[in-house]
């Protein structure tokens, strides 16, 4: 875990700002499984599930971690959640594309509390588009085009919302996957 007074910290020619999040996902675990955080951080480990942070067992199905961290404000943090099963030594990544986190520290006051469900299954509305179906009869172009194209429609429009208003001191942020 990282720390940082509120002015920031100058990491070469950037400023990093600290974030206190607590991430909660709901997970329904048995016997033996760690549930495990990972993602475009040092403090989640860069996507590597060896070193992914764990999160803490709340109650039944509810797994939470509160993490400050040093973030640049420049850049989105990604990030999925990865089980770990103790009795098969083996890791399972949650299905789908990285959730990806937007920050605006200039509106950004306080905590942020992310409520998530770990995904068994790829989003279907976003995974559709990728089907044969849709790449090679309905579409008939190229996939990264097809995708770069999603991808600026998706930024543009309000598909992340940054922060809702909880109440004082409180925030939530809801996070939109985006196929890569």
């Given amino acids: 875990m990282s720390s940082g007074g ?4 100058i990491d070469g020619s950037e400023t990093l700002k600290p974030l206190r999040v607590r991430f909660t996902v ?3 675990s048995r016997f033996g499984q760690q549930v495990k955080l990972s ?5 989640l480990g860069q996507f590597d599930a060896t070193k992914a942070c764990d999160l803490g067992y709340e109650h039944p199905g509810i797994w939470t971690k509160d993490l400050e961290l040093l973030l640049d404000g420049n850049e989105p943090l990604r990030f999925k959640y990865v089980v770990y099963d103790e009795s098969m030594k083996e890791y399972t990544w949650e299905a789908g594309s990285e959730r990806i986190l937007e920050v ?3 509106s950004l006051e306080g905590d942020l509390l992310l ?16 089907t044969a179906a849709f ?5 008939r172009r190229e996939v990264s085009s097809r995708l770069s194209s999603r991808m600026m429609q998706a930024q543009d429009s309000a598909a992340i919302t ?8 409180g925030y939530v942020a809801r996070v939109k996957v985006f196929c890569a």
């Avoid at 409520?115 to 990728?130: G, H, L, N, V, Y």
Wanted: charged share 35%.
């Fill in 135 to 139: 790449t090679d009869v309905v579409f």
């Fill in 6 to 9: 509120s002015q920031g910290v």
């Fill in 104 to 106: 605006d520290f200039g």
């Fill in 26 to 28: 709901k997970f329904e």
């Fill in 162 to 169: 940054k922060a809702l208003i909880l109440g004082k001191g």
């Fill in 115 to 130: 409520k998530d469900e770990f995904r068994t299954a790829p989003d279907q509305e976003q995974e559709i588009m990728s």
């Fill in 39 to 43: 993602g475009s951080c040092d403090e």
